[in-house]
């Protein structure tokens, strides 16, 4: 089992083969990668060669008519017009971010393009992150449908308004895999598997790059954080992360190389330390891995003052340290801070940095210019920019909103509730608006005038006769509006009890160290389940929460996350059965935050937990494992995976394919959608490895008693991980197959890498 063949094709292109490349901390030999685009151009076609020649000329021509200040420059990213306008009167900046409103974009760009010496364009970045004046649900929540086309929708819808406005980046698709849940950031990326947030990474650079992302209605994207933001201990943001180049390669960086593959245009640096190096000084990360390995030829922006906080990391003594280890890392555009422009003139006199760095810096960001065709079309159109939700745009946030609910609880089919039915709406979130945006909305133009539709405007609307009062507040003591909620629910058919956290609980800086439902919720669900009313929580929120007493007292539970524009339509539409809930959870839910981390692709140990015998792996208060598990959703109708088949029960590890079939069966008596998954486990390897690994799944929507067969392909690409040298291994030996609805899948087979 340590016999390891070498290929590059697993470790770069994601494709099968056999082992890797080269080494991890020396500046050793890493393989090139199969080439990457800047935009969604297949690479290696003609068309998207000739482009690449040409637009690689247009660079080199105007970088040869770059003075030093002018190239410095470039590296600059402010936020404001002043700061703007300030530098384009002496050193034009390369970009500005946060600002938003076409007429005062193509001011500045006017200043820019005019009125400096070479007229190179700024680009425009903003947090575009699940819409620019539509909102759709969060990214978690998008994550919860199992289905990338949720967030290539939101992307495509997102990127169009965007950029009719004038916007020309986003910071977006955050990928950063988390074990995480008090971290409020949980709630900007996929969950806690690297393969689930690779596909909805890709899926998200398709929908905001497009083809090719000069179109008027496509943005370049930026992947972040990078790298390993995620693993941020104790859930608190910007904390130090230490964790092994296994663990870097297998969790955290796969769904940034598969960004790059699908041409991503620029990468963030995260905020956190790797192993003891700050990300914005990590070489081994940003060039090695990233530049050099990976072959990523957009440009890496540094995070909000990213490079200044090198000094208060402590590996930089002053701005110009900072700027060279920025620089000599591979972090080629400094936001907010200012230590390039203002020290690189200094750095490159003492021979600290090379001026061939700061050429490589200079033309990735024109690269990317260029490739948004900033200099045919530096301006917006005015009219045309996006104010207001369009019904198209809407009824897009209300499919999605409904698509990545996951129900966690029906006890006696309680829902769909009947259109006919009297229901108490109750609870803090009952008549919110802007909560139900979740973290990082209104931001575009518009934005801000377009409350989301709320639980009660979309029940009363679905034709439920409705009443309703807060009982509480989302974050407070007082119980004193219990008694009016009480009341009513002992007057209605059905409680609808809409609970959670409020926008602000998640997001940047809102880590929380309990994640329990805040204030008296549980005490106002508590007094409302003693009306003997069954009573339907629907949950907001942008993260796991802790959920026992929830779960032990509400008769059904729906887990809505933060759904966007559209949320009480969407919530109302599975409420009534319109839509038949198909979504799963892409993070386990624990049990007690004592459990934290709890994650479903975790080791086995030398003594996994076994309730009968003390000397395991386990706590002695809690029950084993979370309170729902990754990949758990249920559905209005019910459904059987069976009959596992596999094509081969070889798989050679010079690159073969094998094909896996199950059939899922809808055996309830309406239609619905299930989400089949599929897990392999290695059982013995050189690195001991986790004891599921999705590697496939596929929501299909089945009519009553239907049965289908759905077909996944495993290569050596997905039996492969990495070594603690970095290198992509295919091992000889066993592995097991699992099916299922969720990541406790027992169906199991079995097949050989030989
Ligand atoms: C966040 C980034 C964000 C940037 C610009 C930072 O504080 O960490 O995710 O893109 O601000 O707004």
Redesign the pocket.
């Known amino acids: 089992m340590t016999d390891h063949t070498v290929s590059r094709r697993a470790a770069l292109a994601g494709l099968g083969g056999t082992a890797v490349l080269g080494t991890a901390l020396s500046a050793g030999v890493l393989t090139a990668p199969a080439a990457t685009a800047t935009t969604g151009t297949p690479a290696g076609s003609n068309a998207h060669r000739a482009r690449q020649g040409k637009l690689e000329q247009r660079v080199s021509q105007l970088l040869k008519r770059m003075s030093l200040a002018e190239k410095l420059g470039q590296l600059q990213l402010v936020n404001t017009e002043d700061l703007a306008k300030q530098a384009l009167a002496k050193t034009p900046c390369g970009g500005v971010?946060?600002v938003v409103g076409a007429a005062k974009l193509n001011a500045l760009q006017k200043i820019a393009v005019e009125q400096t010496r070479l007229g190179i364009p700024l680009i425009f970045g903003l947090?575009v992150i699940h819409g620019y004046t539509t909102n759709f649900p969060i990214p978690l929540g998008q994550a919860s449908s199992f289905d990338p086309s949720v967030a290539e929708t939101d992307a495509t819808v997102s990127a169009a308004e965007a950029r009719r406005s004038g916007i020309t980046w986003t910071?977006a698709p955050?990928m950063d895999v988390t074990h995480e849940p008090r971290w409020g950031r949980i709630a900007e990326g996929d969950g806690e598997d690297p393969y689930l947030a690779s596909q909805f990474a890709v899926a998200k650079v398709h929908g905001y790059q497009g083809e090719d992302y000069s179109a008027g209605t496509k943005l370049a994207a930026c992947a972040?954080?990078y790298v390993a933001y995620g693993g941020a201990e104790g859930g608190r943001d910007y904390n130090t992360v230490d964790v092994s180049i296994q663990e870097l390669h297998n969790h955290y960086l796969p769904p940034f190389k598969a960004a790059v593959e699908a041409g991503i245009a620029t990468v963030?640096a995260a905020?956190n330390t790797v192993a003891g190096v700050p990300a914005h000084a990590n070489r081994y990360t940003l060039r090695d891995v990233l530049k050099d390995h990976y072959d990523f030829d957009g440009f890496v922006v540094s995070?909000?003052t990213g490079i200044q906080e090198l000094i208060m990391h402590g590996v930089a003594g002053n701005g110009a340290d900072a700027a060279a280890a920025g620089i000599n890392a591979g972090v080629d555009m400094e936001?907010v801070s200012t230590n390039y422009v203002d020290t690189g003139k200094q750095l490159l006199a003492q021979g600290r940095i090379r001026q061939s760095e700061i050429d490589d810096a200079v033309r990735r960001i024109l690269r990317v210019k260029f490739a948004l065709g900033l200099f045919e079309h530096p301006y917006v159109d005015e009219a045309g920019e996006v104010t207001s939700v369009s019904a198209t745009a809407r009824a897009k946030a209300r499919a999605a909103g409904s698509r990545c609910m996951v129900l966690l609880k029906n006890d006696n089919a309680l829902l769909p509730l009947k259109r006919t039915a009297n229901v108490a709406v109750i609870g803090p979130l009952a008549t919110a608006t802007f909560d139900l945006n979740g973290t990082w909305s209104g931001l575009g133009t518009g934005a801000n005038t377009t409350p989301p539709v709320t639980v009660v405007e979309g029940i009363t609307a679905a034709g439920a006769s409705v009443t309703t009062a807060p009982g509480c507040d989302i974050d407070s003591a007082d119980s004193s509006g219990f008694a009016a909620a009480v009341s009513l629910a002992q007057k209605a058919d059905v409680v609808v009890l809409a609970l959670g956290e409020s926008a602000a609980m998640s997001g940047?800086a809102s880590a929380r160290s309990n994640i329990g439902l805040p204030g008296v919720q549980e005490q106002l669900l508590a007094a409302i389940v003693a009306t003997k009313r069954p009573v339907a929580v629907v949950l907001f929120n942008g993260r796991p929460l802790t959920l026992q007493s929830t779960h032990d007292t509400a008769t059904a539970i729906l887990e809505a996350w933060a759904p966007g524009v559209e949320a009480g339509s969407a919530v109302a539409d599975v409420l009534f059965g319109q839509v038949n809930p198909g979504g799963k959870l892409p993070v386990s839910f624990p049990r007690a935050v004592g459990q934290i981390p709890i994650y479903y692709n975790h080791q086995n140990t030398g003594r996994p937990a076994d309730p009968n015998n003390k000397y395991t792996s386990k706590y002695l208060d809690l029950p084993s494992g979370p309170l729902y598990e990754f990949g758990f959703g249920l559905s209005y109708t019910t459904f059987t995976v069976s009959n596992i088949q596999l094509s081969s029960t070889k798989l050679s590890r010079q690159g073969g394919r094998i094909t896996v079939r199950v059939d899922v069966r809808n055996t309830g008596d309406r239609e619905g959608d299930e989400v089949v998954q599929l897990y392999i486990h290695d059982p013995v390897a050189s690195i001991a490895q986790p004891v599921r690994r999705l590697r496939g799944f596929n929501r299909v929507t089945l009519t009553a008693g239907q049965t289908r067969t759905v077909t996944f392909t495993l290569g050596t690409d997905d039996v492969g991980f990495y070594d603690n040298q970095a290198r992509f291994l295919v091992e000889t030996g066993q592995i097991e197959v699992y099916a299922g609805t969720s990541s406790a899948a027992d169906l199991k087979a079995t097949f050989s890498v030989v």
């Open positions: 971010f946060s947090d910071y955050m972040k954080h963030m905020f995070d909000y936001m940047e």
